[in-house]
């Protein structure tokens, strides 16, 4: 009888430390620290995101939201990520030493290092390194998805960048408009990037700047895509097609936005310009957010699983 309660002594301790992985207060309090002082780090950065997506909505605006969708995906995965204690991971704390290392080089350093992308990437290894140091690899592995999101759609993306595809973008959105408004009735030429309406013997030139480009709304399309397929279509090559619909399905509705921009310049060319310019982009993400759920509609209906649609 002895040996039986010696040996119960000696092996349930071991199996209830083992289970319990890093201590909450322990985690709560380098949670608390880290986190304070990564803010404290990449203020500059923060601070510089909130100013662009305050200050030009229509282009950035969403970029203010994206940390919240980041963390409803983190939040229905909640089971997996409770399911087992989490487990401080020390080679975090080099991920986090980097990280901060890269984005100090990055505000300190030689002014082609000096990029706001750049510095979001000292930004996302930091904030990796804390995850993988406070909750271990598992909970990294699980939280993974809503990281990535959180790095790729919540920053602005900088001008040099924009540039690369934003070019071939308003010759898109220069041949599309013309297209259309000559279809509708609206006398309309096209040189290069420039559009002239012709109304009532007065010629008004239509210039499709960089603002008219759809790049910002495509980027937006995107980050809205892959939120709305990985939170509403259950198979994969349903998620994918959708993200990918969103590129065609903003190249469009930014072709009508500048066809809407050159009927209204008939009446006024102010239109056209300013705030008002500003406006018409986002009135026409309403309805282009509709098409997009449409689109879903069709993908999640073309399939119907057998379990379901079998009777009880």
């Given at each position: ?90 080679p975090g704390l080099i991920l ?108 008004k030139p239509l210039n499709i ?69 500003t406006m018409i982009g986002l ?30």
């Amino acid at each position: 009888m002895s040996s039986v309660s010696q040996d119960l002594t000696t092996t349930v301790p071991r199996a209830v430390v083992r289970d319990t992985g890093t201590s909450p207060r322990f985690m709560a309090v380098g949670a608390v620290v880290l986190t304070t002082l990564m803010v404290w780090v990449f203020w500059d950065f923060l601070a510089a995101q909130v100013r662009w997506a305050y200050h030009r909505p229509a282009d950035w605006g969403h970029t203010l939201v994206i940390p919240f969708i980041a963390g409803y995906f983190a939040w229905m995965d909640r089971e997996r990520l409770v399911a087992k204690p989490f487990r401080t991971a020390w080679p975090g704390l080099i991920l986090v030493l980097v990280g901060v290392f890269w984005y100090l080089l990055c505000v300190f350093g030689p002014q082609p290092l000096a990029h706001h992308n750049l510095r979001g990437a000292g930004f996302a290894v930091t904030l990796a390194g804390l995850i993988i140091l406070l909750l271990g690899w598992r909970a990294f592995l699980i939280l993974l998805f809503p990281l990535a999101y959180l790095v790729v759609f919540g920053q602005t993306i900088s001008e040099r960048l924009m540039n690369i595809v934003t070019f071939r973008m308003q010759d898109i959105a220069a041949a599309g408009s013309h297209v259309i408004l000559n279809v509708i009735g609206v006398d309309t030429d096209r040189s290069g990037n420039t559009l002239t309406i012709h109304h009532n013997g007065v010629s008004k030139p239509l210039n499709i700047a960089e603002a008219c480009s759809g790049m910002r709304m495509l980027v937006a399309f995107l980050a809205l895509g892959v939120a709305i397929a990985y939170t509403g279509l259950p198979r994969v090559w349903q998620r994918v097609v959708l993200v990918l619909l969103g590129i065609p399905v903003a190249i469009f509705v930014n072709m009508l936005r500048v066809v809407t921009l050159g009927v209204l310049s008939l009446f006024d060319v102010e239109f056209a310009a300013g705030e008002f310019h500003t406006m018409i982009g986002l009135l026409w993400l309403v309805p282009a957010f509709l098409l997009y759920l449409g689109l879903m509609w069709i993908l999640r209906n073309l399939v119907i699983d057998e379990r379901s649609a079998s009777p009880a």
